[in-house]
């Protein structure tokens, strides 16, 4: 009986655009639209449903449900700590709550709200996190969140939602309100590639395989597992190699079953997330992979360190979480595999760190050539009384 040959390149039942390595025609949003839309929907089917917002109804996207059912509307305020405990509350009372914020004040600042009444007492309210990751962009690291998901995945009953783009965040959003009991979505501000159609299929707790291959396998969670796809393509056209490329659109509960087969049959593992690594998507990886089919596994995101202002691209690269540097942690990968020596500390982590100096230096290099001698920069003192006249 002849061997059956491996399954590799883009997985078709997954249904993604057409267009997808073509940059120019594909399709730009911020996975936040996703669930503004996501949300009214949900409205419009289950009258149960209700939003809680803290002064951020533009931001977190809740502003059209919130002209959609003004009477299921709840504006209060900076008041994050409070929104959990009156959440649960009118849970309670059998209504269906969304709490939405930034991430960064939720569950930043009222984890313990959310412990203590909400998935204690296991009710069923949902927690929107928005402007998660770097990629925020200007705003800087006080707001750019990368320790929500590791919070939210230690904490018992909650479920942990990191959808890929503005499709899937609708997507996640319904089928969040559809089910029951406490659960959290993360998404971004920035705009990112949206990938996936109406027909990719979508169910809480099961990853879904994008792209078929044997020699590795990168999960991904969040908008960079476009980057995953990327770097995925890279390896074979430059490589030779063939990644399987895994959407872990949820975090917790993790899909064993989809993971430790694919840690068996490919042997190597990357994970790729705009968080931190430790406790993140990396960190539940390896918690899995160590009590099932212990494999070489490289960490693609945040390693300890906060962020930093920027454009958001800029940030993406500077902190190696695009493409290259997933290629290279692939790389690593398949060489710990094959029983080659490698560096203690990563190439991609390495180089991401040298890359992000060089970009700071340039930074800076660029704003002392407008500013004046005075201020320890290039330009003229002259040109103050010429900013003082205008």
């Not at 839309?37 to 533009?58: F, H, N, P, Q, W």
């Not at 009118?90 to 909400?118: H, L």
């Amino acid at each position: 009986m002849p061997r059956l040959l491996p399954k590799r390149g883009l997985n078709r039942d997954a249904h993604l655009v057409r267009s997808l390595f073509d940059t120019a025609s594909l399709s730009h949003a911020p996975t936040r639209d996703g669930f503004g839309t996501g949300l009214v929907k949900a409205g419009e089917k289950d009258e149960r449903i209700t939003v809680l917002c803290a002064d951020l109804s533009e931001s977190t996207r809740t502003l059209p449900f919130k002209e959609a059912h003004p009477d299921r509307f709840v504006q209060i305020g900076v008041s994050e700590q409070c929104m959990p405990s009156i959440a649960a509350g009118m849970a309670m009372a059998g209504k269906v709550p969304f709490v939405a914020s930034y991430a960064a004040f939720s569950p930043g600042r009222n984890w313990e709200q959310i412990r203590t009444t909400v998935a204690l007492n296991d009710v069923d309210v949902k927690i929107a996190g928005a402007h998660a990751g770097v990629s925020v962009g200007p705003d800087g690291a006080t707001h750019q969140m990368l320790e929500d998901i590791a919070l939210m995945r230690a904490m018992p009953n909650m479920r942990v939602l990191v959808p890929c783009d503005r499709t899937e965040t609708e997507k996640a959003t319904l089928a969040l309100a559809a089910s029951e009991g406490p659960g959290y979505i993360r998404f971004a501000r920035e705009k990112s590639p949206v990938f996936t159609t109406a027909k990719t299929p979508f169910r809480i707790g099961r990853a879904e395989v994008f792209r078929f291959g044997d020699d590795a396998t990168i999960i991904g969670a969040g908008p960079l597992l476009y980057e995953a796809l990327v770097a995925a393509e890279t390896l074979a056209q430059e490589h030779g190699l063939q990644a399987r490329v895994i959407d872990c659109h949820t975090v917790k509960p993790l899909d064993a079953k989809t993971i430790a087969a694919a840690a068996k049959e490919t042997g190597a593992m990357v994970t790729v997330e705009e968080a931190q690594i430790t406790g993140g998507l990396g960190g539940a990886v390896c918690e899995l992979l160590a009590e099932t089919h212990p494999t070489p596994v490289e960490r693609v995101g945040m390693r300890d360190r906060y962020g930093e202002s920027g454009e958001p691209p800029q940030l993406l690269e500077g902190f190696g979480l695009t493409a290259p540097f997933i290629v290279q942690a692939v790389l690593r990968a398949v060489a710990r595999k094959r029983g080659e020596r490698v560096p203690i500390e990563p190439k991609h982590a390495a180089d991401a760190h040298a890359h992000l100096e060089a970009m700071k230096k340039t930074v800076m290099k660029e704003a002392l050539a407008r500013t004046p001698r005075k201020w320890g920069g290039k330009q003229p003192d002259a040109s103050l009384a010429s900013r003082r006249k205008s």
